[in-house]
Structure formats: C-alpha cells, structure tokens
C-alpha cells in the first residue's frame, strides 16, 4: 500500500495518497461508490495514540455525475431553442471531456 506511515515523506506531509487501484483489488475488492473511512494512529518513543476518528469519507468514483439542465429560455425564438447546463457537482476524479446532447 502507498501509505507507509514510515516514510519521512509521508511524516513530513502527514498526508499520503492511495491507488483507487489497490482498494479495489483484493484484499479489499470494494465497488466503485464505496466510502472510505481512514483512521490514523500516531506512534513516539512511548507508544502509541488511540486511534483518530475517521474521516469524512473519501468515495471511489469513476463516472460524472448527472450535469444540471437549466430551463432558461432567454435566448430561445421561433428559428432555435437554447439548452444551457451546470458541470456535473463530481467529475468522477477527472476533467470533463465530451457532452452528449
């Protein structure tokens, strides 16, 4: 796994990132949607901490979610109809590329 709690980047940081890979591999094999809670414990030279609360819950995305159509009939006339909408609220982790309408 990427987050080696070890590693003086990951100590500097205090941050780290997964593959969406790795958790939906074995031996997690969780679905594309999941929720991820993480939880950290701090470890020094006289144990360890009790364990953080968890996160608010990272979600393994993969497709956008639905855009937003807005009725606005500003610029619609006899000769056109003018469709006007807002970027999809998650982009499934990557830039919009195409829309079909």
């Excluded at 591999?25 to 968890?54: E, K, W």
Aim: negative net charge; glycine residues 8%.
């Amino acid at each position: 796994m990427a987050c080696l709690g070890t590693s003086a980047a990951i100590l500097f940081s205090q941050g780290c990132t997964i593959p969406v890979e790795t958790l939906l591999a074995a031996p997690y094999n969780l679905p594309y949607g999941s929720s991820i809670f993480a939880t950290i414990l701090a470890t020094n030279a006289y144990g360890t901490s009790v364990q953080s609360d968890p996160g608010n819950g990272a979600i393994i995305l993969t497709v956008p979610s639905k855009p937003i159509v807005s009725n606005d009939n500003a610029n619609t006339n006899a000769l056109q109809i003018t469709i006007v909408w807002v970027d999809p609220i998650q982009t499934g982790g990557t830039p919009i590329l195409d829309y079909s309408i």
